[in-house]
């Protein structure tokens, strides 16, 4: 009869120590890739793994939204989606490299005369701003009627604690470079900002980012929506807001819950690369 071997759990554990001490910590740095090259090349993919991945959150909304990504070495160009090319369906190839002047450097296809208004006037403005999103999902755009902050009601909405603008100046469709130098000016150094009768917006340091930053600005505004309609949110108090804030308010956090969906989908799409 073999022997049962007896625990107890009560009983001082040996302690495990990580058999590989050069783990990276979740907010560690990202390292930067090796050349200017990998560096565009892995922003293109990421780019075209954020429209897919907005498709599949219901943010493809007809020919209304854009993903933009500022070039590594042409600081003053930046990688954008063709017109009419459905969010589910982009490629590496698919993406057109446009300057300040909104003329296509690289690509066939064409520009969204919106995307080129908004967010050439973005990357301008602020030049740490790698990356911006504005779609017209449903719950950004519910909340945007309403014209006014949104408050601090969870955990995960402290991401957004006194770091989205509210741009109240909705004067039609963005065809204008002047709305969006105003869109711009509005959204400063904040990671997003509420576009009063249109939508939502983010940006930030990585595409990564950028795109989980809207994907959680989005829920946020479905939060806060189900919440009033049940009844009257307590919002969480400004110092502990604001604590939580700087535990979870960077672009780490962001960057690694986009990787965790983007793993999946290129092993679920992998044509998105070509």
């Known amino acids: 009869m073999s022997a049962v071997l007896s625990i107890d759990r009560h009983a001082p554990q040996p302690l495990q120590l990580n058999p590989n001490p050069q783990q990276k910590h979740w907010f560690d740095p990202i390292p930067p890739r090796p050349s200017v090259q990998a560096e565009r090349r892995h922003r293109q993919e990421r780019l075209a793994g954020a429209f897919r991945l907005f498709a599949r959150f219901g943010f493809a909304q007809g020919l209304a939204g854009h993903i933009t990504a500022r070039d590594p070495e042409l600081t003053d160009h930046f990688w954008v989606n063709p017109l009419g090319v459905h969010f589910s369906r982009i490629k590496v190839s698919d993406l057109l490299l446009v300057n300040a002047k909104g003329e296509t450097a690289i690509g066939d296809r064409p520009l969204n005369k919106a ?13 740490n701003i790698v990356a911006a999103a504005h779609t017209h999902s449903t719950y950004g755009k519910a909340w945007s009627t309403l014209g006014r902050q949104l408050d601090t009601l969870t955990q995960d909405s402290c991401v957004f604690h006194d770091d989205v603008a ?39 340091p990585t595409v990564e980012a950028a795109a989980w930053w809207y994907i959680a600005l ?10 009033e309609a049940a009844g009257t949110p307590q919002p969480i108090d400004e110092a502990t807001a604001r604590h939580t804030h700087g535990q979870i308010g960077g672009p780490e956090g962001a960057i690694h819950s986009f990787d965790s969906l983007y793993e999946g989908l290129v092993e679920a799409e992998p044509e998105l690369l070509l």
């Not at 509210?166 to 869109?183: Q, W």
């Open 166 to 204: 509210l741009f109240d100046d909705f004067t039609g469709m963005v065809v204008d470079t002047s709305e969006g130098e105003r869109i711009a000016r509005a959204l400063g150094d904040r990671k997003g900002a509420i576009l009063k009768n249109h939508g939502i917006l983010t940006a930030g």
């Open 218 to 227: 989005d829920n946020a505004c479905h939060t806060q929506l189900l919440a």
């Open 115 to 127: 995307a080129f208004a908004i967010h050439a006037a973005i990357h301008e403005h602020n030049p």
